[in-house]
């Protein structure tokens, strides 16, 4: 049920960057890419663009995804059953579930996902 092709930002680009990103990809979040196996993924969202940085009246262009990306990811491995990953999102007040196996970015679940897949 998850969406496979996920859409990816360094956490050195600026968040016009991401913004241009999103809308070209047609998506609603970015999954930032891990730097290292040490350094865990983060993800930016329009909500995180829309309250951390044009709420401020922050320049786009002056910052970076590192900075307002929400990290740690709460995280899904690939054998959750559909309610479990239900339970995290309802718990969790999130609607995105990035999906990691091996250390690896697989995919990603949305609570549309999840909706569709019952």
Known sequence: MMTEAVVTIGEEETVATAIATMKERETR???????????PY???????ICYKVIAKDLDPDEVQV???????????????????VAKMMANTGL??????????????VTVTDVINAV
């Open 29 to 39: 979040c970015l999954v930032v890419q891990a730097t290292s196996e040490h350094d």
């Open 42 to 48: 983060g993800i930016v969202t329009q909500r995180d």
């Open 66 to 84: 590192r900075d307002i990306m929400s990290q740690p990811l709460v995280l899904v491995s690939p054998n959750f059953r559909v309610n479990h």
């Open 95 to 108: 609607s995105r579930l990035p999906v990691i196996f091996g250390g690896e970015l697989q995919g990603i």
